[in-house]
Every structure is written in structure tokens, then in C-alpha cells.
């Protein structure tokens, strides 16, 4: 069935960029997502990319995509303390469910 | 307010007891999920529905049962809760509007459940 990885924890010092990656395995993904959950409270949307693209450019952060390889990864510019976070790598294949990963603590020391 | 309202936040209960957790939203949305939150496993789909009418099993229904009593209102139940249901529970909508659709999910804050 449908899988998504990705690693547990980054840590970086604070003005360093991150690098979190993530792979999948539904070659029929249409959207892949990275969400961003806040200590004590629900995930929200951070930034996606359509299948079709290779790279998407928000601000800080860079999206990019390897179709052939299945691997995301997002990449967040001049880290801040209040990046400090969850990050979920998710996908949405052909059956319009999205499938999450287990997620990446990101830690910033100052 | 919150576009998506989950209670209780947080719950304490005892093996074999029924619990009923309740989600609301106010963003008009026609799907609407639940999921658990278990340490380094993620978000894992539990039931979701795309209309009043239909429901559908996620990856780890069993021990779960819901209700979807209006567009805006989505319960998850425990009909007799064990210690290994102890996790954090999201509620979650999507539009399956026209023109373009992302798919975005927007969840609710969470619910807290422990099962003693």
C-alpha cells in the first residue's frame, strides 16, 4: 500500500538552513504536502507541489521534487527559533486520501 | 473562533468504557476525517466521509465506529476503549469544491485521550 518516510528528528542552529527529507511510494500521487504542526495544537498546511513540478519557491522555503527517486524535501532559508516544530510529509494519490508520514521534530538552538 | 472545534480536549476514561469524541465546522467543507497521533507513526486515517451519506473505513477502523449527523458534525466513538487507543485524536475537513483543488486538509486542535 501507500507509504510515506521520513526521519524523526533534525536539529540545526538557528540561521542555518534545514534540509527535511521524505520518500513515498504512490506513483500516482497528484499533490505532496509538507504540514507543519505547533506544540499543542493541530497540523497546518506549510506548502505543496503539484506532481508535475520539480521545485516550488515560497519565501524561505524551497519545495523539490524527484519524481523517478519518489522524493520531497523541504528546505527552510535562515532557520528561526519559531520554525520549531513538526513537520509531515504528506501525499494524495488516485484514491483522494492523504497518507502521512510519522513526522520530523525540528529543533532550533539559538 | 475555530473553524474546526473538536471536545472534549482532553479525557481520562477507564478500560471498557464508551467514549464519544465530537467534531464541528463551521468552513461549509463536505469531507471530514478522523485520525490518531501516535508518537514516530504519524497521522493514521481512522474513518472519513465525503458526504452526509457515505462513510468509509481508513487504515485502522477496528474498535472505532462513527457518525456523521450533518455536514458540519462528525463523531468518533469508542464503544469500549482499551489502554492501546490512548493517543492523540485530529478531526479534519476538505472541500471537494470545483475548480481547482488542492486537497488541503484543516484540522482541528486535537483531542487528548488517555484510556487507563
Known amino acids: 500500500g501507500e507509504d510515506v518516510e521520513q526521519s524523526l528528528f533534525l536539529s540545526v542552529r538557528e540561521g542555518d538552513s534545514s534540509v527535511i527529507n521524505c520518500t513515498y511510494t504512490d506513483s500516482s500521487s497528484t499533490y505532496l504536502y509538507w504540514y507543519k504542526q505547533e506544540p499543542g495544537a493541530g497540523l497546518q498546511l506549510l506548502t505543496y507541489i503539484f506532481s508535475n513540478m520539480d521545485m516550488k519557491q515560497d519565501q524561505r522555503l524551497t519545495v523539490l521534487l524527484n519524481k523517478k527517486d519518489k522524493h520531497l524535501s523541504l528546505r527552510i532559508a535562515d532557520t528561526q527559533t519559531g520554525d520549531s516544530a513538526i513537520y509531515f510529509c504528506?501525499?494524495?494519490?488516485?484514491?483522494?486520501?492523504?497518507?502521512f508520514g510519522a513526522g520530523t521534530r525540528l529543533f532550533v538552538k539559538a | 473562533d475555530a473553524d474546526v472545534t473538536q471536545t472534549p480536549r482532553n479525557r481520562i476514561t477507564k478500560t471498557g468504557k464508551r467514549i464519544m469524541l465530537e467534531c464541528s465546522q463551521t468552513k461549509g467543507h463536505d469531507r471530514m476525517y478522523w485520525y490518531r497521533q501516535d508518537p514516530g507513526l504519524g497521522l493514521r486515517l481512522i474513518y472519513y466521509?465525503?458526504?452526509?451519506?457515505?462513510?468509509n473505513k481508513g487504515e485502522i477502523s477496528d474498535g472505532y465506529s462513527v457518525s456523521r449527523q450533518a455536514q458540519a458534525k462528525f463523531s468518533l466513538s469508542l464503544e469500549s476503549a482499551i489502554p492501546n487507543q490512548t493517543a492523540l485524536y485530529f478531526c479534519?475537513?476538505?472541500?471537494?469544491?470545483?475548480?481547482?483543488?488542492?486537497?488541503?486538509?484543516?484540522f482541528g486542535e486535537g483531542s487528548r485521550l488517555t484510556v487507563l
Open positions: 479534519a475537513t476538505s472541500d471537494s469544491g470545483r475548480g481547482v483543488n488542492t486537497g488541503e486538509l484543516f
Open positions: 504528506a501525499e494524495r494519490g488516485g484514491g483522494f486520501k492523504t497518507i
Open positions: 466521509s465525503f458526504d452526509v451519506k457515505d462513510i
